[in-house]
């Protein structure tokens, strides 16, 4: 049985340039990214759901604060975005499984 140098050879390059690629920086932003986001979820929930009393928080009454205190829309935006976003997930990790077995 012979071993194909050329594989052998293309294998040991793409590892190489695989681990050359890597870095911690990329892995700092995505950590930044998912903490900000999710601290501005939780931020923008808060806002939404609880919608607590910005008058108390506030002398004057301007627009936005009155707005967030008698919304009721936009309270309801995120638990409809959740089921369409929980359905996007869930393609999209079997349209990869696919991909992932068909290569």
Avoid at 29 to 37: D, E, M, P, T
Avoid at 41 to 48: C, K, P, R
Wanted: include cysteine; charge should be positive.
């Amino acid at each position: 049985m012979q071993i194909d140098k050329n594989k052998l050879e293309f294998k040991q390059r793409t590892q190489n340039v695989y681990v050359r690629r890597t870095n911690d920086r990329s892995v700092g932003w995505g950590l930044f990214l998912i903490i900000g986001s999710a601290l501005a979820f939780i931020a923008i929930g808060y806002l939404f759901f609880i919608k607590f009393d910005f008058v108390h928080l506030s002398a004057k009454k301007d627009p936005l604060t009155e707005f967030f205190r008698t919304d009721w829309y936009y309270s309801l935006l995120i638990p409809f975005c959740f089921n369409i976003t929980l359905i996007f997930i869930c393609f999209n990790w079997a349209f990869f499984q696919i991909f992932v077995r068909n290569s």
